[in-house]
């Protein structure tokens, strides 16, 4: 898991955090290997409100 934080949203942003997962895992000694699935989640940028009735 890779967890960098910015202001907006760009693909370096969302790079840096692969690049941390990666490097992660491969010091972990459990590098990545085919069928690696990468999710990039806007996260608080989603959030939904519901008026109350």
Avoid at 9 to 32: E, F, I, N, S
Wanted: charged fraction near 20%; proline fraction near 9%; avoid cysteine.
């Amino acid at each position: 898991m890779g967890w960098p934080a910015a202001a907006g949203k760009r693909a370096k942003l969302v790079l840096d955090a692969l690049d941390m997962a990666l490097w992660r895992r491969d010091r972990a000694g459990t590098p990545a290997g085919p069928g690696l699935v990468h999710h990039s989640d806007p996260g608080s940028t989603r959030l939904s409100h519901s008026p109350h009735t």
